[in-house]
């Protein structure tokens, strides 16, 4: 079996990479091949832009989608984004490991999303969500947050974790993959030094409790119950919810 | 008064920068100055990194917020961001055009936020929602999709759209914006020739009602009812929702 891991932090000794380790070694520790996208470090650009297509489909007239779909069809996708798909085609699980930059992942790793996932290779209007191209994988974010945990229930100053996570979990309904709750390690702030936790006993204990967590978490990456999400028979032909289906409406993928 | 657009599309010929331009008339039409970021057309870079940070608080071990703080205190951030700051504090009303990118904003303007609105200079632990640096401006999303408007209610394929905005406005909300309800054009997609409206009667028609909808929406910027989001009234000394402020939770910030 085989375990990508995309990161995402610009620090090699953040929180964030020492997380990544973790869920390196304990995704070894259970005979997986791993990968690492290693964003920051190898550079990626996440802004998907004309430069990238060297063969137009409409040269004119640049459109992100047209041009996805006319290189994925031609082999002349960018040589980036082929090494990312290839990764991703080898994967069984895919694990996200990013901080929480305003609301969201950073842009670096948004951008990940807008130029890998390619229109016409990776999905196509009848190939989505439960009939998606990597449909019997898994994926898991594990996501830092500068704020304490308590802030991040319904209504909490650092919103709704449910909420902010659920465009970015939904994404990767849309590929097909189960998502899995996310792992969340909360209160990590560089700002207050959290680099420096091998300096600093209390800090050196959180990133310890989270690694124990996030070990735990991975062990269980293929019995552990998927967040739910609508699919193709909870939709009627406008794409509109079924009457009888609301059940999948609350609460935001949570597990009920 | 002054009104700042932020424009993210990569074609100048797109339905998005027609949006703009409607946005940028239509205010002027109301009396305001107008200024444009032109995210794509400015090469602005979205990345949060070591890179832009000359005079570092820490050379060693970067931390974004770290850097920010420290490059507002002493007036070393980068040019771009201090363009941007400059635009954003003119600015009474901000609009964010942009087309939904798997679900969110593109790249390019996610790391607009994550740059632009600097830890320290903008905001601080006691500085932020209601209390805002911008508190008292106004912003609104216009915001163009792909697929068709009913797919984007509570369950729908494409995805609740006030749940896939809720993080973008949540983060507006955080500095203090009074956050209109998003002016939105479904339905259009560059990959089915969105950009040849000029061309194609039932696109022009399309574009034509989009047009007259974001100019009726901006003219009335300045009395319609913002969106609703808890507050610090509405939070306990931990940062949790008061029991007795739970008419804040649904349905997401839209007016009731």
Chains 1, 2 share one sequence.
Not at 162 to 168: A, H
Request: net charge neutral.
């Amino acid at each position: 079996m085989n375990t990508l891991i995309v990161h995402c932090h610009p620090e090699a000794r953040s929180f964030n990479a020492a997380l990544r380790d973790t869920a390196a070694q304990a995704m070894r520790d259970l005979g997986h091949d791993v990968d690492v996208s290693d964003l920051y470090a190898e550079g990626f650009d996440p802004v998907e832009a004309p430069r990238h297509y060297r063969h137009r489909a409409n040269a004119e007239v640049f459109s992100a989608l047209v041009e996805q779909r006319h290189a994925s069809t031609h082999g002349t996708l960018p040589d980036d984004i082929r090494r990312e798909i290839a990764r991703l085609e080898k994967a069984d699980l895919v694990v996200l490991q990013f901080p929480l930059w305003w609301h969201a992942p950073p842009a670096m790793l948004k951008g990940w999303f807008d130029r890998v996932f390619v229109n016409g290779g990776l999905y196509s209007g009848s190939r989505r969500y439960d009939r998606g191209y990597f449909r019997g994988r898994r994926a898991i974010c594990s996501v830092t947050t500068g704020a304490p945990a308590a802030t991040f229930g319904p209504g909490g100053r650092g919103g709704d974790i449910d909420l902010l996570l659920w465009p970015l979990h939904y994404s990767l309904h849309y590929m097909g993959y189960d998502v899995l709750e996310p792992v969340l390690a909360h209160g990590v702030q560089d700002a207050r030094g959290g680099y420096r936790y091998q300096e600093d006993a209390a800090l050196a204990a959180s990133l310890s409790a989270h690694r124990a967590q996030l070990a735990r978490r991975l062990a269980n990456w293929r019995t552990d119950t998927p967040l739910r999400f609508p699919g193709w028979d909870d939709w009627d032909e406008h794409g509109m919810l079924k009457p009888e289906r609301t059940d999948v409406l609350a609460p935001f993928g949570r597990r009920s």
